[in-house]
C-alpha cells in the first residue's frame, strides 16, 4: 500500500480536471492505497497570494507531501501551461519536496498541442523540486470526459486505459522501490 497525495490545480470543483482526481482517488483507495487529494483551490487564497509559508494550511499540505510514497499533480491547460492557483502552491513548497517520490502529471486540455505543458512546462518544475523519478504522464482531451446518467465520469477512448495504466506503474514503482 502506497501513500499517494493528488494535488489538482484546478480552479473550479465543477471542472473535468477536478472530477479527474476525485475518480483517481477513489480508485486508488479501492486497490488499498492511502490516498489523498489537496484542492488548491481549497486553500486559503491570501496564503497562496501572499506566500504564507508557515500558513498552518500550507504547513499542512507540506506534511502531506513529505509524507508521501507518489505525487500525482493535476490540471487543465491554461495559455498552453498549468494553472496560476498551482503555480503559487507549487512556489510555497520547500525546494527538494519531491525528492524520493515518484511523480505523475495529469493533465486536461481542449487541444492535442496541450499535450506539450506536460514536457515543457510541469516537467521542468518537478525536476526543479527535487524529482527524478517523473513517470510519462497523462494528457486527456476535454471532450474525451464525460457524465453519464448517475452523474458518474466516464472516459472516451482510451482515456480510462491511460489513467489504469498509471495507477499501476505508480504500484509498481513503489514495490521496487
Known amino acids: 500500500m502506497a501513500n499517494i497525495i493528488l494535488i489538482s490545480g484546478s480552479p473550479s470543483k465543477q471542472s473535468k480536471t477536478a472530477k479527474v482526481a476525485n475518480?483517481?482517488?477513489k480508485q486508488l483507495q479501492e486497490r488499498n492505497h492511502d490516498?489523498?487529494?489537496?484542492h488548491v483551490r481549497d486553500l486559503p487564497a491570501e496564503d497562496l497570494l501572499h506566500a504564507k509559508f508557515t500558513s498552518e494550511a500550507i504547513r499542512h499540505t507540506h506534511e502531506l507531501i513529505e509524507r508521501a510514497d507518489a505525487i500525482i499533480v493535476l490540471s487543465p491547460v491554461y495559455k498552453g501551461s498549468y494553472t496560476g492557483i498551482l503555480k503559487a502552491f507549487l512556489d510555497?513548497?520547500?525546494?527538494?519536496?519531491?525528492?524520493?517520490?515518484?511523480?505523475?502529471?495529469?493533465?486536461?486540455?481542449?487541444?492535442?498541442?496541450?499535450?506539450?505543458?506536460?514536457?515543457?512546462?510541469?516537467?521542468?518544475?518537478f525536476s526543479i523540486l527535487?524529482?527524478?523519478?517523473?513517470?510519462?504522464?497523462?494528457?486527456?482531451?476535454?471532450?474525451a470526459i464525460e457524465k453519464d446518467e448517475r452523474g458518474e465520469i466516464t472516459f472516451q477512448g482510451d482515456a480510462k486505459q491511460r489513467l489504469e495504466d498509471l495507477i499501476r506503474s505508480i504500484s509498481i514503482e513503489k514495490a521496487s522501490v
Request: charged letters at 15%; one cysteine or more; aromatic letters at 8%.
Open 130 to 143: 527535487g524529482a527524478r523519478e517523473i513517470l510519462h504522464g497523462v494528457f486527456i482531451l476535454d471532450q
Open 35 to 38: 490516498a489523498q487529494c489537496i
Open 92 to 125: 510555497l513548497l520547500p525546494e527538494k519536496a519531491f525528492a524520493n517520490k515518484i511523480i505523475a502529471p495529469v493533465v486536461t486540455g481542449g487541444i492535442i498541442a496541450h499535450l506539450l505543458s506536460i514536457e515543457y512546462s510541469l516537467k521542468p518544475i
Open 23 to 25: 475518480y483517481l482517488q
